[in-house]
């Protein structure tokens, strides 16, 4: 697919996660209001078989569940969502990411940790709140769902893909054309979504660090391991590591591009820029010029501001 738009869509990673918790309702009202494109929900069940936007499998990196539920830890010492019904889930508090062992937040900069009155929605709850907000600013925000590690969920007998396309039907997000992209690291699962579950909605295979660099060994892996995905997605979600090497561009994205997939690298954060970039400026007029399609990004405000800029830098250049 050609790339037509001025600037990439602007995806907010995990709702506007620079400036509120993660995953929060909160988070995701403000990024609708900084006018991202669309709103990522990274989706896990709980025991009641209840889909919940959380981005682990686990909960005591972002809430106080080692607090109310000590004795509720596996033996890794885990706290997991699919251990926990709903209304247990609704009890804890959602803060700013942070390191268990330590406390402290990942990001030092960002909202305090431990502030707030803030929750774990419900995958339901979300989509009624974002198109709400679509209803009441008359403007549509699309939504962006990643389902989480469905082997573990099928292991403890529970089809997350299953009952995450149920609940989005029910929200009318169904064919292509609707404002939603739907994303998964697990290539089988991708591919059961569209040719077993007939699901018609836009699909994003994600690729991590090394499954970008295993692609990238030679123009021929590259090309069979795109002419695959293309079989059964319509674009592709790398780690930025996999789309520039030292601020070099890869063949990812144009040869993508040749196969008709788009191209929605991940993570663009402001405190934590892709190595080899020293500026967050520098990675998005390099995005700009390569010709992504969309960007994941912490700060959807910056990242709207910065792609502006770079386009109209490239247009008088």
């Known amino acids: 697919m050609p790339h037509t738009r001025t600037i990439p869509l602007i995806i907010a990673h995990r709702g506007a996660s620079g400036y509120l918790p993660e995953h929060t309702l909160e988070a995701k009202a403000m990024a609708h209001a900084l006018r991202a494109d669309f709103l990522e929900q990274d989706v896990v069940l709980t025991k009641d078989s209840i889909p919940i936007v959380l981005h682990d ?42 390191h268990p062992e330590s ?23 979300e989509l009624a709140f974002i198109q709400g907000l679509n209803k009441s600013t008359r403007r549509v925000a699309g939504i962006y769902p990643e389902i989480k590690q469905p082997a573990f969920h099928r292991a403890a007998g529970q089809d997350i893909s299953r009952i995450v396309l149920d609940v989005l039907t029910k929200f009318a997000y169904v064919n292509g054309d609707d404002p939603c992209f739907l994303q998964c690291f697990d290539a089988q699962e991708l591919r059961r979504i569209r040719e077993e579950l007939g699901c018609r909605l836009r699909l994003i295979q994600l690729l991590d660090e090394q499954q970008c660099q295993k692609s990238l060994v030679n123009a021929e892996a590259l090309h069979f391991e795109l002419s695959v995905i293309a079989k059964y997605a319509d674009g592709i979600g790398p780690s930025l590591s996999g789309v520039f090497q030292n601020r070099t561009p890869t063949r990812l994205v144009s040869s993508a591009h040749e196969m008709g997939l788009v191209v929605h690298p991940w993570t663009y954060r402001a405190d934590a820029v892709a190595a080899g970039f020293p500026s967050f400026g520098e990675l998005h007029e390099a995005s700009v010029d390569l010709g992504v399609d969309g960007v994941f990004t912490d700060f959807p405000d910056q990242t709207r501001v910065l792609m502006l800029q770079s386009r109209n830098s490239t247009r008088m250049g």
């Open 57 to 98: 499998l686990y909960l005591e990196t972002v809430t106080d569940v080692a607090r109310l539920f000590p004795q509720r830890a596996r033996d890794d010492g885990r706290f997991y969502a699919i251990d926990f019904t709903l209304e247990e889930i609704h009890q804890l508090r959602v803060t700013e990411r942070f």
């Open 103 to 125: 406390g402290q937040a990942v990001f030092l900069n960002r909202f305090p940790a431990g502030v707030g009155q803030f929750r774990i929605p419900t995958l339901e709850e």
